[in-house]
Structures are given as C-alpha cells and as structure tokens.
C-alpha cells in the first residue's frame, strides 16, 4: 500500500501536544479530522516528533498509508478545513517501509526570549525582563557540544533505553531585544530544550556558574538541571532526512 509523508506547520497555543491523547486538542486530531471529511476515510497518522502542549512548528511530518493517489490541489482543501493555526504545506508519497520517526536523522529547536513587553510576541517567545550576558550564555552552549549523556537535562520517570544525545549545533544569537537559542541534535530527551534554556539563562543572568553548569551535565542525573523555560517559546524548525 503506498505510504505518504503529510509536512505540517503550526502554531501550538491552543493544543495539548502533537499527537493525539486525552487532555485535550491535539494537532494529529486536527489533521486526522480533515483528512477523513476531505476523502470520506478514516486515516491513522503516525508523527515524526512529539511536542508538548503549547510548542510551536514551523516543521514536522506525519505518515500514513492509503491505497489512493493524492492531487496536489488537495492541500488547498484541507487548509480550508483546518483551523487558521495549522497548516499543511505539503503530502508526497514515499518507499513503502519509509518512517516519519525512524528516518530522521536530525532536529532542530528555536526557543526565543524578548526582555520588553511585546504583544507580538507573546505568544511564541518568553517574557523574560532581565539582562543576559550572551557572550558567556554561548560559551555553555559550546560546551555542551563536548558531552553526550544528557541525563541531567530529561525530566524523571521517561522510559528510554540511553540518555545520550549527539548535539551538531548549540548556540545563542540576538536579533534587536530577542535572544534565540538554536539547537540541534540526532535526537531529545523530554524536556531537553527547554531545560537547557532555563538553565543557561541562569548562566546569562550570572547566578550560575559555569563551573556548576559543568558540574549539572556531568551529574547525569534526571532532573539535575532547572526546567522552568515555558513551552510557548519553544518551536520545531526542520525534521531532517536523509534523501533530504
């Protein structure tokens, strides 16, 4: 049966998650719903990376299998269908046995911070009105580029088989009154990103050394760190496979 990729971007604000589970509004429901009013079908998506309630999107996949060919136009009338907050940028067909999950090879985070009131930006990034020295926040972020076991930065009671993650790009930047942490790594432990925001921005604000930093990413210890970042600043950017 022929299997297709679903690329879907959107705006996590009004939904419990990613996939689809009881405590409440999900962004697989959505699309699930929009495909079986459009095709008259029921559809069972399987996606390549789950985001807790409230992160955003500006990338990531699904995969389901039908036995139907799929008009490009379609997309134009699912977008009608879904709610101004999700969007389906595009469905192709892919190798039979291929996976939205399993395939990738990389992905990677943007978690924003804005230190003045913002009404456009409230929404996406996080209110966070205090000084921050980037120069030294990017040294902790090279840093953690050195380790692979990112134990301390998982929240407890997650059931995975290794805590080792490989990090390919770790670093701060400003744009005007935000700050932006970019991330990417073959694979994250729940709660990654945004443990490691709340923890160098201690860093950046100076009420955490970097000798203690170190000490947290060593410790290796679940919930070691500070997890305090909110999900709204938090957005997937890329899913990246490796035909791609």
């Not at 770790?170 to 009154?177: A, I, L, R, T, V």
Request: glycine content about 6%.
């Amino acid at each position: 049966m022929p299997r297709f990729f679903l690329e879907v971007s959107y705006k996590g604000t009004r939904y419990s998650g990613f996939q689809i589970q009881d405590t409440g509004p999900t962004i697989q429901e959505a699309v699930e719903k929009a495909l079986q009013v459009f095709f008259k079908t029921t559809f069972r998506l399987t996606g390549s990376s789950r985001t807790d309630s409230g992160v955003h999107a500006l990338q990531n996949f699904f995969h389901f299998d039908w036995d139907g060919a799929i008009d490009p136009r379609s997309v134009y009338n699912l977008n009608a269908i879904l709610p101004e907050d999700i969007v389906i940028k595009g469905i192709r067909e892919v190798a039979a046995d291929a996976h939205s999950r399993f395939d990738a090879v990389s992905r990677s985070y943007l978690y924003k911070i804005y230190g003045y009131k913002n009404p456009f930006l409230s929404d996406t990034a996080y209110f966070y009105p205090y000084p921050l020295d980037l120069e030294t926040m990017n040294h902790a972020a090279t840093l953690l580029k050195g380790f692979s076991d990112f134990s301390s930065f998982s929240k407890k009671n997650t059931q995975v088989k290794t805590f080792n993650c490989h990090l390919m790009e770790s670093y701060w930047e400003q744009e005007g009154d935000v700050f932006q942490y970019h991330v990417t790594a073959n694979r994250f432990l729940r709660g990654m990103v945004r443990a490691l925001v709340a923890t160098m921005l201690r860093i950046g604000r100076h009420s955490l050394s970097m000798e203690d930093f170190e000490t947290i990413v060593k410790k290796a210890v679940c919930g070691a760190a500070y997890f305090d970042a909110p999900a709204h600043g938090l957005t997937l950017v890329q899913v990246n496979y490796s035909e791609a």
